[in-house]
């Protein structure tokens, strides 16, 4: 297990979370979960936390109730080779969220996703590069690339 993990805090729904992730990320697995006794705000049986790995990643979720919620000061950036990869994420992370803007989503249980071409950074940093991905929701990398050669 790394040493650092993200440890997300779900209102009730982290099992169903991270079988939703587990769904969407190859090379993905669980790693433990922790139900409980009965014993703390969780009643018998209920799991409490449930961590996984997502292509290498580890992560913890909580299952914490709602006085917490996710924000997009907190996303994971999901780094693709083409289009295709791109779209793939991009359509399974949206299904009941919702876009924002610059490759930028929030799925259905509030955490958000940066969805990006592997090469971002080379693209951007070429000014035109860098407008036109202004101007769209979901990355299209030929788009970005045509502008980025000018």
């Known amino acids: 297990m790394s040493k650092i993990t993200p440890f997300l805090w779900f209102n009730d729904n982290a099992e169903e979370a991270a079988e939703f992730y587990l769904s969407v990320f190859p090379q993905s697995k669980k790693l433990n979960e922790l139900r409980s006794t009965g014993v703390g705000p969780w009643p018998a049986g209920k ?11 580890p992560m913890t979720f909580l299952n914490g ?17 083409d289009q295709a990869e791109l779209d793939l994420y991009w359509d399974k992370l949206l299904a009941g969220g919702k876009h924002m803007a610059c490759g930028w989503l929030t799925d259905k249980f509030g955490l958000c996703w940066q969805i990006v071409p592997a090469h971002i950074g080379a693209l951007l940093k070429n000014p035109k590069a860098m407008a036109a991905m202004m101007t769209m929701v979901k990355f299209d ?8 050669k000018d």
């Open 47 to 57: 799991i409490a936390t449930i961590t996984i790995e997502l292509m290498g990643q």
């Open 65 to 81: 109730g709602p006085a917490q919620t996710f924000t997009p000061a907190f996303s994971y950036s999901v780094a693709c080779q």
């Open 141 to 148: 990398i030929a788009t970005l690339e045509a502008a980025a």
